[in-house]
């Protein structure tokens, strides 16, 4: 189980809005987000980027998330885009590059 060395949260309310930063820290990873928390409706819109340093690796891979929805049942969007191009031009390879390598025509 990971435990977060640091968790740090701060939270402007106004007119039943919360306005909030979100932090997190642990080992080989860090999380930093923002956004609305509505109060009244219980709903909430929040954006976090997430990076995971690969321990092999010096350069960290960036997952972008969006939060949005009732509190109860949010809805969790992951962009997975971004990371899977890092991953490989980490090697210089375009993705058709990779493609052809598997399907053996390269």
Known sequence: IDVFNILQTDALITNGIADTTL???????????????NLIKQTLNLHFDSYYTRPEKTK?????AEISGPIDSPEISVDISQPLNQLLKADGKSLSEKI???????
């Open 23 to 37: 932090k997190l820290l642990a080992k080989n990873y860090r999380s930093q987000g923002k956004g609305k928390i």
């Open 60 to 64: 960290e891979i960036a997952i972008p």
């Open 100 to 106: 052809k390598k598997l399907l053996g025509r390269s």
